[in-house]
């Protein structure tokens, strides 16, 4: 019989949702989802899956029970020798993975989490020095007291790669992974041209992390006119700025507010996806984008710009750069064939980021690391 296999969750997943339903319906043993608080209040408007769907994942609400702590506890007792996946080490669930470790020291755990994001962007020089020294000493200090202790890390693209191996995780122990949020796999996608080029941006008005304020920029410095930017979102620190920029400027529009199982077939009916990102975890849109068979001009901090980069299926530009980003749409407005090109080649590259396909990954490497019988290192589908 498989051993149980436990996700420790801050919250329902959502960006992760797609690839851990499929591996919890994959997989022949029980397996649940512990989510350690409620989902929050923005992603609520998008998104309501505080429940299993269409998963056979048990879920678990701690915030939901009497006694959560001591509930916990007894769960972990009860599941000492099974398999445990937690989202991060310095997470709401990160306690419990101490916990485990502190009952069991050989206790079979999976960590994944995104890069290290301080959250300095647009601070001060000096204070944003002095915090990223902080920042990666502290970091520095858990790879030192978990990398020998934890079965495996398993950091979102091979930036977080980098970023974890650059701060004392071992390479032989650290996987790459993703996210990747339930989507319509089985779309029809158009290869056909319009008149104007169609581009959409899909995300939150955020003048941070998204760097909305970036695309808003590059528009001004945009030189053609046969093109219609869609932005959709509905909320940020950045939403009263875009949504008065639309109105000025008679090729843009907003799209209101999408549900996220919605997103690619709504994506599918435009030609170019932009994702102008400052900095990441990893963007989901651009999964969403390719899966909806379209391509994408994103920045090289969008960490999911190595899939426009495996898939061929778009432009990547230095992000915080309005210039780089108005010559790359600008690039496609002149030449339209580009976008069948990119539609082509997003369509081509769909198997390799099917939930199933990274599912199937995720449990190479479970099997990798606690089976008898061992195979070759796994290697991450969608990188091929």
Not at 342 to 354: F, H, I, L, S
Request: aromatic content about 12%.
């Amino acid at each position: 019989m498989e051993r149980t296999l436990i996700f420790w969750l801050d919250g329902p997943p959502v960006c992760c949702k797609g690839v851990f339903d499929a591996v919890s319906n994959l997989w022949k043993g029980n397996v649940y989802y512990i989510l350690t608080r409620k989902i929050d209040e923005n992603r609520a408007k998008i998104v309501n899956n505080d429940k299993a769907d269409n998963c056979r994942a048990k879920y678990i609400i701690l915030t939901h029970l009497s006694e959560p702590e001591k509930y916990a506890v007894k769960f972990l007792k009860d599941h000492i020798d099974d398999i445990h996946v937690f989202n991060g080490y310095m997470s709401n669930c990160s306690k419990y993975l101490n916990l485990l470790l502190e009952m069991n020291n050989k206790a079979k755990t999976i960590v994944w989490a995104e890069r290290p994001c301080p959250s300095v962007l647009r601070k001060p020089y000096i204070y944003t020095t002095a915090y990223r020294k902080i920042h990666k000493i502290r970091h520095k200090l858990y790879a030192y007291k978990l990398r020998n202790r934890i079965s495996a890390f398993l950091p979102l693209g091979i930036k977080g790669v980098q970023s974890y191996c650059s701060n004392g995780w071992k390479n032989e122990n650290v996987f790459p992974f993703l996210y990747l949020p339930t989507m319509n796999e089985e779309i029809n996608c158009s290869i056909a041209d319009s008149a104007d080029v169609r581009f959409v941006y899909l995300g939150r008005f955020s003048s941070g992390w998204k760097g909305t304020d970036i695309l808003i920029d590059a528009c001004r410095k945009l030189k053609g006119n046969n093109y219609k930017l869609t932005m959709v979102g509905g909320y940020g620190d950045y939403k009263d700025q875009t949504l008065a920029y639309i109105e000025q400027n008679p090729n843009l529009e907003f799209g209101g507010t999408w549900k996220i199982d919605e997103a690619c077939d709504r994506l599918s009916e435009y030609d170019v996806c932009i994702v102008p990102s400052r900095f990441e975890g990893w963007n989901v849109t651009v999964n969403e984008a390719l899966m909806a068979g379209i391509g994408c001009i994103v920045t090289d901090e969008a960490v999911s710009d190595e899939l426009v980069t495996a898939s061929k299926a778009g432009l990547v530009v230095k992000a915080g750069d309005s210039s780089a980003l108005a010559e790359a749409m600008e690039k496609v407005i002149k030449d339209p064939n580009l976008v069948s090109v990119w539609k082509q080649n997003a369509v081509g590259y769909r198997p390799k980021m099917t939930a199933n396909a990274c599912a199937d990954y995720f449990i190479s490497i479970l099997n990798y690391l606690f089976s008898d019988e061992k195979s070759g290192r796994p290697i991450p589908p969608w990188q091929g």
